[in-house]
């Protein structure tokens, strides 16, 4: 097996390429260890010292470091492990579906239709591009003119990620969708 890594504009993460299918859909983010019970995958990850945060995506595993932590030292740990974990034959999330990210928060209001385009610009536009970089972002509401968004993986605590939101996502859905405003995140 051969994985390759990408490096991310978020120097803390970087991006395993298995060259096998992660996740079939959706994506599970684990930003602490004990949320990783769900996954053989994510706990032999966070097994390696150094190691704050498991996001898995269809082909990809980002995994985000502490700030005392070298990639030098710790990739090959990492490596090692997603390695095991493929080698083993465990499933990567046994018994548990994983998240559908925009299907995150339904809304039946007078807002639906509004929505309804704003998950559609994510899905189609936004979320593509996003992981592409080792991230992903979730749908959490709109109100009165504010999408709420919550940012996972690579783009989690990334440093373009204000950016990111602001002169990327907010431009775009303010071009297709007068009703919006300006965009936030969540944590």
Aim: hydrophobic share 40%; net charge negative.
């Amino acid at each position: 097996m051969f994985i390759q890594t990408e490096t991310t504009p978020n120097p803390a993460t970087l991006k395993f390429l298995p060259g096998e299918t992660v996740l079939g859909s959706g994506t599970a983010d684990f930003p602490t260890p004990e949320g990783a019970v769900a996954s053989p995958l994510a706990r032999r990850i966070f097994a390696v010292p150094g190691v704050t945060a498991v996001f898995l995506g269809s082909d990809f595993v980002t995994v985000t470091k502490s700030d005392a932590a070298i990639w030098d030292q710790i990739k090959p740990s990492i490596l090692g492990a997603i390695m095991d974990h493929y080698q083993s034959g465990d499933a990567v999330m046994p018994g548990a579906a994983a998240t559908q990210a925009s299907a995150h928060a339904a809304h039946d209001g007078p807002d639906a239709e509004i929505v309804g385009q704003i998950k559609e610009l994510l899905d189609t536009r936004v979320r593509p591009a996003v992981a592409q970089d080792g991230g992903d972002i979730t749908f959490h509401g709109f109100d009165r003119g504010v999408v709420y968004l919550h940012m996972q993986g690579a783009c989690a605590g990334c440093p373009s990620s204000t950016l990111t939101l602001k002169m990327g996502i907010e431009n775009l859905l303010r071009h297709y969708i007068p009703e919006v405003v300006e965009v936030r995140p969540v944590a």
